[in-house]
């Protein structure tokens, strides 16, 4: 998930990727940006024919340590 597009990967046990869909992040709206990964998961499930299990990434930088 990322500030332009929200998507989603299926990889099998072999790492093989098996589906992906990409969907535009819905801009300042917490409720439709979770409804969207919802989406992006559930379009992904029924496309394979199973429930999956979910991971998510976020990017972002990380803060620098104080230099005292």
């Known amino acids: ?23 535009a992040t819905p801009k300042g709206d917490y409720a439709a940006i979770v409804q969207a990964i ?6 992904i499930e029924k496309t394979l024919g199973q429930q999956a299990s979910v991971g998510v990434g976020i990017p972002g930088q990380s803060r620098p340590p104080r230099v005292s």
Do not use: F, S
């Open 1 to 23: 998930m990322g500030g332009t597009k929200i998507e989603g990967i299926a990889i099998d046990e072999a790492g093989v990727e098996r589906q992906r869909l990409r969907v």
């Open 38 to 43: 919802a989406g992006v998961v559930g379009e």
